[in-house]
DNA sequence: AATAAAGCCAACCGCGCAACC
DNA sequence: AGGTTGCGCGGTTGGCTTTAT
């Protein structure tokens, strides 16, 4: 038994709001301020949902908010903190005065992720994709009787989305669990083929450590990228071993004593992160790393918590394993690119 | 100039959480 | 203690605009 609808929907108006509904709804709320949603629109005269008119207000409406486009610093930021916390938009938000979640949201989805993907930076892990490709190739290597730990799963929510892929099979046999090999373009001959002369050579030169803040919104953060200039569509990103293999139970299950600790420690994090050494992403505004405004991730330590944390809201654990999530990607790649598929490929 | 494709963003949806009764 | 309600969140969709062919 579900809950019941906020509003009977197919008596309030929905879509795009008027002028007049936005001045109906700006006057109610300036002279009585926010109460409860749920009766604004009746007090308002709006033929709305009060769902509707909150987010109105809070998306546009709002007079604190910022109308003009993400300034570099600004961008910086979301990077960052994208990298520390994943898409926690609303956190991520708090930080930019005058930007609301759904303003960050659409930026990083239309902009940023791009953005990070022309840099040959994969924009879930914020690693080079160049390392991510090379990780996937040693994970899909594992013999086919290793031991996966048969509890604390990892949520196989795969997608059908297709989003850019880099990721190029070669081969003639279909079938996973022997020996594997499988053809990478790299970022470097990517961008060549790109002739792509806005790449901060620096960039594939940095290795993030093994154990860098990842976010674990890969699961579920798996919508296109619609950034294929050079190559087929990327599928979406495998979730990531942690970087200690011993960590499995650790990495799926996450630990949620902590939540109210890691919340609290954003404050302090962003605080604290604004004279700290520079990542990859800091100088992507500028290219030349000199990052004027941009926090930083100490990576491994608030950024892993976070990851955690993300695991503890967005996975379940009981559905599949790791594995099955990268068998379910290799079918994934095999279906997608079939014309990859006739070449040497050896398992 | 017409059409298609891609980009963009406002708005919607459904869920989880917490407050309240 | 358990049910109800409202809020806030992240993900997704729909449709308008812009760009490419």
């Given at each position: 038994m579900g809950r019941p609808p906020c509003c009977d929907k197919s008596n309030v108006k929905r879509g795009l709001w008027t002028a007049e509904e936005d001045a109906k709804l700006l006057a109610h709320v300036s002279k009585l301020g926010i109460g409860n949603w749920t009766l604004v629109p009746k007090k308002a005269g709006l033929n709305r949902c009060g769902k509707s008119c909150r987010l109105r207000w809070t998306n546009y409406l709002r007079p604190d908010l910022k109308h003009d486009t993400f300034t570099p610093q600004e961008e910086d930021l979301i990077i960052n903190l994208h990298q520390a916390i994943g898409s926690r938009w609303s956190l991520i938000a708090k930080q930019l005065p005058g930007r609301t979640d759904n303003d960050v949201k659409n930026y990083w989805n239309t902009k940023l992720r791009k953005k990070l993907y022309t840099m040959g930076?994969?924009?879930?892990?914020?690693?080079p994709i160049s390392q991510i490709l090379s990780e996937f190739g040693n994970i899909s290597g594992l013999p086919n009787n290793h031991h996966i730990p048969s509890t604390n799963m990892i949520s196989s929510t795969t997608t059908t989305t297709t989003t850019p892929a880099r990721i190029f099979y070669n081969n003639n046999n279909n079938n996973i669990g022997t020996s594997h090999q499988f053809q990478v373009m790299t970022n470097q001959n990517l961008f060549n083929n790109n002739n792509n002369n806005n790449v901060q050579p620096h960039f594939f030169n940095e290795v993030t450590s093994?154990?860098?803040?990842?976010?674990?919104s890969h699961v579920t953060d798996l919508s296109s990228p619609q950034v294929a200039l050079f190559a087929p569509p990327l599928p979406p990103p495998l979730p990531l071993p942690p970087c200690n293999s011993n960590n499995w139970s650790e990495f799926f299950l996450?630990?949620?004593?902590e939540d109210q600790a890691k919340e609290n420690d954003l404050e302090g994090f962003l605080l604290s992160s604004s004279s700290s050494s520079h990542t990859n992403s800091s100088k992507l505004s500028n290219g030349n790393g000199s990052d004027q405004n941009g926090s930083n991730i100490q990576e491994g330590q608030f950024a892993q918590m976070i990851n955690n944390d993300h695991h503890h809201h967005h996975l379940q654990p009981e559905n599949s394993s790791f594995v099955d999530a990268i068998l379910d990607r290799d079918s994934e790649l095999r279906a997608a690119f079939p014309e990859f598929l006739d070449g040497s490929f050896e398992y």
């Open positions: 930076i994969d924009p879930v892990t914020h690693k093994p154990c860098s803040s990842s976010s674990s996450g630990d949620n004593t």
